[in-house]
T-cell receptor
C-alpha cells in the first residue's frame, strides 16, 4: 500500500516568489492536513481539508492557502515568500473525519527561501 | 491555547534499558493522543496511539494515558541504538477535526 507522497522533495525559491506544494494521500484517505516544521517553532498546523472543504485552519497569514481535489490530492500555496517561510512542509493523511483518526506523514518538502 | 509540553532532552539511556518519555497537555477536551518518532532529516513516523486511560502495549512500546492528570507517556523497553531519535507527543481535540497539536519533542539517545 503506497504511503503519502509529497512533491517536490526540495525547493529553493527567492523572496517574493510563490510556491505550490503537492500531496497525494494514502489511497482511501479523505483528510489531508498540512504542517510547517522549523527548528524554532517545531511542528505547527497550517490547515486541514476533508472532502474538498477546509475544515480547520491554523494561525498563519493569508499568504498560506490550500485546496483539495475530488481525488483527495491536496496542494498548498505560499505567495510572496519571506525568508522565514524556509521550513520543512509536511502533509498528513487520515482516513476520515471521525474521532480517533491516526495521521500518517509524507516525506515532506524542504523549502529554502533565499 | 492548547499546549503540549515535553522535556527537550537529550534523554540518554544505555542499550537494553527502559526509556521513559513524558508529555503533559493543557486542554481538557483533548481526547486522542499519539507518539511519533522522527529521525534527523526525516518526517515523523507514527508509533503509538492511545485514546483511553490506562496502558497500551505494542511490542517494545507502551503508551500510558492519565486524562485526570493530563499526562501521557511512552515507555520503550530493551532500548536499541536504532531507537535514537526525537519523540513527538501529539494531541487531538474532539472539536478540532484532525488537527494535531505537537509538543516540542524529546531527543532520545541510546548508547551501545
Amino acid at each position: 500500500k503506497a504511503g503519502v507522497t509529497q512533491t517536490p522533495r526540495y525547493l529553493i525559491k527567492t523572496r517574493g516568489q510563490q510556491v505550490t506544494l503537492s500531496c497525494s494521500p494514502i489511497s482511501g484517505h479523505r483528510s489531508v492536513s498540512w504542517y510547517q516544521q522549523t527548528p524554532g517553532q517545531g511542528l505547527q498546523f497550517l490547515f486541514e481539508y476533508f472532502s474538498e472543504t477546509q475544515r480547520n485552519k491554523g494561525n498563519f497569514p493569508g499568504r498560506f492557502s490550500g485546496r483539495q481535489f475530488s481525488n483527495s490530492r491536496s496542494e498548498m500555496n505560499v505567495s510572496t515568500l519571506e525568508l522565514g517561510d524556509s521550513a520543512l512542509y509536511l502533509c498528513a493523511s487520515s482516513l476520515d473525519g471521525t474521532d480517533n483518526t491516526e495521521a500518517f506523514f509524507g516525506q515532506g518538502t524542504r523549502l529554502t527561501v533565499v | 491555547q492548547k499546549e503540549v509540553e515535553q522535556n527537550s532532552g537529550p534523554l540518554s539511556v544505555p542499550e537494553g534499558a527502559i526509556a521513559s518519555l513524558n508529555c503533559t497537555y493543557s486542554d481538557r477536551v483533548s481526547q486522542s493522543f499519539f507518539w511519533y518518532r522522527q529521525y534527523s532529516g526525516k518526517s515523523p513516523e507514527l508509533i503509538m496511539s492511545i485514546y483511553s486511560n490506562g496502558d497500551k502495549e505494542d511490542g517494545r512500546f507502551t503508551a500510558q494515558l492519565n486524562k485526570a492528570s493530563q499526562y501521557v507517556s511512552l515507555l520503550i523497553r530493551d532500548s536499541q541504538p536504532s531507537d535514537s531519535a526525537t519523540y513527538l507527543c501529539a494531541v487531538m481535540a474532539w472539536d478540532a477535526g484532525n488537527m494535531l497539536t505537537f509538543g516540542g519533542g524529546t531527543r532520545l539517545m541510546v548508547k551501545p
